[in-house]
């Protein structure tokens, strides 16, 4: 059993304090931009206003420490699949077609088989958003990665159609939850500290490595005013990101499913909710803002807009 009072922080990871940090340089990230930037650093994605009309959405990210449960399994075609469509989550939330994608791959030394399962991976996930894979960069730095480490990071611009408007976001919206397969590519840190010890048998592995799923076609054929990509942060980090100022959004915990890997992570860790909630998806990929005479006959509603009462904007019950 692990130590009582497990946390991401303990665990290596402190959001709090990334978020220090960001409040620092955002000034530096401000004053490169003009007027072309129409959205930098908090939303999900960049925009940048394009001469002729319409916006490109750009985003970068990587798959973290799951890269170290994918090397102990041996198994990574679905690491590629997870950087595209966690990139491309990020760009649907601001309404992006993807055009491209590119990636960077470091490693200690170039395994073939390795790096053929990666690009395999992410080359699927292109496919299925109609992204090209672009290009990339691999980089082999022996005395920087061990022997058998690698990283693996995306990069992907798309394009926000001119005449793509959102209705404003009032109270009394509803909240669409979107199911996730598993931890997607977030707070592995933390279940790797959880799961330290344990036998990493095939149906663990294939629950700590369930691919990131795409919403790609969830968000072209709904009607929404806001979108929320659950990443890093969890459910408590990301859902205010698209909340106007003054609003916030009561969940109900029980109107969705929750994948069981959660449950053995709660249990095994002897996790708050406070930690599972502002570390995990706890079961909701994206979480999108309707109208509610714009809800889709087989949605799960999982909650509503609400006025924000104090610094707590999400509540949960």
């Known amino acids: 059993m692990s130590q009582e009072g497990l946390s991401y922080a303990a665990a290596g990871v402190d959001i709090e304090a990334y978020e220090r940090a960001l409040e620092r340089v955002k000034p530096l990230i401000a004053a490169t931009h003009g007027k072309e930037v129409v959205a930098g650093v908090g939303p999900f994605a960049g925009l940048f206003a394009l001469p002729g009309g319409g916006q490109l959405a750009a985003s970068a990210d990587g ?10 399994a041996a198994r990574h075609r679905g690491i590629g699949i997870d950087i595209v469509n966690h990139c491309v989550n990020d760009i649907a939330c601001l309404g992006a077609r993807p055009l491209f994608f590119l990636d960077y791959f470091a490693t200690g030394k170039l395994d073939p088989n390795v790096f053929t399962q990666l690009v395999d991976g992410m080359s699927e996930a292109c496919r299925d958003a109609s992204c090209a894979l672009l290009g990339g960069e691999t980089a082999e730095m022996p005395g920087v990665y061990a022997l058998g480490d690698y990283d693996l990071a995306g990069f992907i611009v798309g394009l926000v159609d001119e005449k793509a408007r959102r209705e404003p976001i009032v109270a009394g919206d509803l909240l669409i939850g979107l199911p996730s397969s598993g931890l997607h590519t977030n707070g592995y840190s933390l279940a790797r500290k959880v799961f330290e010890g344990a036998p990493l048998d095939d149906a663990l592995a294939g629950e700590l490595l369930a691919p990131h799923t795409s919403y790609l076609r969830d968000l072209q054929n709904i009607r929404w005013k806001g979108a929320a990509h659950i990443t890093g942060g969890g459910i408590l980090g990301n859902l205010p990101r698209c909340l106007p100022e003054g609003l916030g959004a009561r969940l109900r915990r029980r109107a969705w499913h929750e994948p069981p890997i959660f449950g053995k992570i709660r249990r095994r ?23 509610q005479e714009h809800l889709p006959q087989d949605a799960t509603v999982v909650g509503e807009v609400v006025a924000a009462r104090g610094p707590e904007r999400v509540t949960i019950s």
């Open 63 to 72: 798959v973290g420490t799951k890269i170290k449960v994918a090397i102990a």
């Open 269 to 291: 860790g002897r996790l708050s909710d406070d930690e599972m909630w502002g570390t995990f998806n706890m079961g909701l990929g994206m979480i999108l803002v309707v109208g």
